[in-house]
């Protein structure tokens, strides 16, 4: 008995009503790609193209009525962003392009002035390649040491091993709340926790968890925390940077050029403060207005709904895969969110998804670009059905059938 009306929700999502052509003989779309990229309701396209047809101008830069309105739908939207996920201020909140580039952009500009050599990063083995890659890079730079905290084979952190790699050495600690590739919701609070008792920063990787669970970073007491709007159900090319106002402050800027300046000379230039000294040149700033029709959105459902219709959805799926002959389930943590990823007996991960496809069914299958928990548990690739809150049973049980038959085939 859910809160909502999965029905109506699923009416506010134009492309859920979409039937796929050609070889999938006009079977309705059933999307468990969620993980990858969510959908966008009527509101936010609307928003969007309301923008465009009403308000759109450069930011901050003119005195005239369409960059007031464009500015107030631009800082509108970070005041949103900020009071959904708890910030103390908007200014704690950095438009960038996704969590790729937030987390880029702490590397290159906190993680430059603050990790030296002998010094310690520390991810964990869940981790993103966004989340990786990024420390490995200023670890080469530096002559820092990259340290990974190791899973037990649920796929769940092990907070033992975490005490043990977090001393004093580590300058900060990046971990995600939800994993992309298994599902795992980790101890994000214990593990900030753990970095602030040795003095290290902590960023939490919120592009899994914003969308399926409520999030306070003020709660988390997280240093940095970094999301995607594409991942809940706003645009693609709009994500966000919080971090402490006292961090932010002394953070130097990335790239340079306008709308991060107070002055310019040619012997010196003076920054702008956060967050603009960090949102160098002309920004998205459609889709910064967009993500605020999303947050809107959630709001208007509940995030607290959300996370518990997909709680038991993802309960049904798992249950149902699990009757499945030759079936692996890579991931078992007790605590999840959204994503039941699995290898079949017999079969690759891409025909599995192929057959899926045929059906209408859109899964990811491949690395996830997390290929580090994958190889921990013996696998190149995974199935990754991901659920949202517009899945349905029904469309469960048609994943679930369709990959049974397959187990089941006399091949
Ligand atoms: N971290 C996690 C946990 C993710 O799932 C993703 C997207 N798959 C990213 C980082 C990177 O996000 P984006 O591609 O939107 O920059």
């Not at 003076?270 to 949102?279: D, G, L, M, S």
Request: glycine share 10%; charged share 20%; proline share 4%.
């Amino acid at each position: 008995n859910p809160a909502f009306d999965v029905n109506a929700v699923r009416r506010d999502f134009p492309i859920l009503q979409e039937r796929l052509s050609g070889q999938h003989g006009g079977k309705q779309l059933v999307w468990f790609d969620n993980a990858a990229t969510t959908h966008k309701p009527q509101s936010v396209i609307d928003r969007i193209s309301y923008f465009y047809a009403h308000e759109n101008s450069n930011i901050h830069r003119a005195a005239h009525e369409l960059a007031a309105r464009a500015t107030d739908a631009y800082e509108g939207a970070r005041n949103k962003v900020a009071r959904f996920i708890g910030a103390g201020s908007a200014e704690e909140i950095i438009f960038v392009r996704g969590t790729t580039e937030a987390i880029n952009l702490i590397a290159k500009t906190w993680g430059v002035q603050n990790v030296g050599a002998g010094d310690e990063i520390v991810v964990s083995n869940l981790e993103h390649h966004a989340n990786i890659v990024p420390w490995q890079q200023l670890a080469a730079q530096v002559g820092a040491k990259l340290r990974v905290i190791p899973v037990d084979d649920s796929g769940q952190i092990l907070l033992d091993e975490a005490r043990k790699i977090i001393t004093d050495k580590v300058k900060i600690v990046a971990v995600t709340q939800v994993s992309n590739a298994l599902g795992t919701v980790t101890p994000i609070k214990e593990i900030v926790a753990m970095a602030h008792s040795v003095g290290a920063k902590a960023l939490v990787d919120g592009a899994q968890s914003v969308s399926h669970m409520r999030v306070n970073v003020q709660q988390l007491d997280a240093d940095f925390f970094v999301f995607s709007g594409h991942k809940i159900f706003g645009p693609t090319g709009i994500g966000v940077v919080y971090g402490k106002r006292d961090i932010l402050e002394h953070m130097p800027p990335w790239q340079g050029g306008g709308n991060m300046i107070a002055d310019v000379t040619f012997e010196r230039t003076i920054y702008q403060p956060p967050p603009n000294r960090f949102e160098a040149g002309t920004g998205n700033i459609a889709d910064a207005v967009g993500l605020g029709a999303a947050l809107d959105y959630v709001d208007r459902i509940g995030i607290e709904n959300i996370g518990r219709y997909e709680h038991d959805l993802l309960e049904y799926a798992t249950h149902g895969l699990k009757t499945i002959p030759g079936i692996r389930l890579i991931g078992t943590a007790a605590d999840k969110a959204s994503v039941a990823s699995f290898v079949l007996k017999g079969y690759t991960t891409e025909e599995v998804g192929k057959a899926l496809n045929r059906e209408g069914i859109a899964v990811r299958t491949g690395h996830h670009c997390a290929q580090p928990i994958l190889r921990r548990f013996g696998v190149e690739t995974t199935v990754r059905p991901s659920l949202a809150f517009y899945n349905t049973c029904e469309e469960v049980d048609r994943m679930i059938s369709v990959v049974y038959r397959l187990a089941t085939a006399n091949r």
